[in-house]
């Protein structure tokens, strides 16, 4: 089993609507959670990263991390165009290891106007 | 929010030579710098971890006399590709983390091309 499990897609949907991106990961020393977004050939952009369990807010994105359950997600509200590109899922546990990340595959995801 | 460049953002090179890629965070101190590859349609891979003024953790399977990096100050890392081969292209990416900060910012990534 992978430690971090991010389901690949393609995810497409139209614009204006509601996404909703998940991970789920067995390291139960993970504490530290975080959202990439790609565009092709670019490095990856920091979206939101929360510490342990509950939500946190950002204009339309929405983290969520659930420690019991070892399940985060991102909500997208309002979906655009421009929001097309793949969502990576990082997590890392104690300082000890440098915050070093494990990553997700990655949810290529298209936003059809 | 915290700005991470790399130089250059494309480089071609013949057989045999090295090539440095430099990683810069604008705004902040890294205190820990990473460097990633990543091949098309894949996630990342972690190739080494840098603390400033110390050597370089390399992953298991990454070459440390083959990549050499730097972490000489607390806003400039290098990677130096040595002796590169065709197998060595791929899109090297950058990451900066900044002392009791646990997130990273990556960079806009630098893409390799050995002929």
């Known amino acids: 089993q992978k430690e971090v499990e991010q389901d690949p897609g393609p995810l497409s949907v139209p614009e204006g609507a509601i996404v909703s991106l998940n991970c789920t990961y067995s390291n139960s020393a993970f504490q530290y959670f975080m959202w990439y977004r790609q565009y092709s050939r670019k490095g990856p952009e920091l979206l939101m990263y929360t510490y342990s369990s509950g939500n946190k807010e950002d204009g339309r994105f929405t983290a969520q991390v659930d420690k019991s359950s070892k399940y985060i997600s991102l909500f997208i509200r309002d979906s655009q165009p421009s929001d097309s590109a793949t969502y990576l899922c990082?997590?890392?546990?104690?300082?000890?290891?440098?915050?070093?990340?494990?990553f997700g595959k990655g949810t290529l995801l298209t936003v059809n106007p | 929010g915290a700005v991470v460049s790399q130089h250059p953002s494309w480089v071609i090179c013949k057989s045999g030579t090295s090539v440095k890629i430099e990683c810069r965070s604008l705004d902040f101190q890294a205190t820990t710098m990473f460097w990633y590859r990543q091949f098309p349609k894949q996630s990342l891979m972690l190739m080494a971890t840098?603390?400033?003024?110390?050597?370089?953790?390399?992953e298991q399977g990454v070459e440390k006399d083959k990549f050499l990096i730097n972490h000489a100050s607390l806003t400039l890392s290098t990677l130096t590709v040595t002796s590169a081969h065709p197998e060595d292209s791929s899109f090297y990416i950058c990451s900066a983390r900044g002392r009791a900060h646990y997130e990273q910012y990556f960079g806009p990534g630098t893409r390799l091309t050995v002929t």
């Open positions: 990082a997590m890392s546990d104690s300082g000890g290891s440098n915050y070093k990340l494990t």
């Open positions: 840098s603390n400033e003024g110390s050597k370089a953790t390399y």
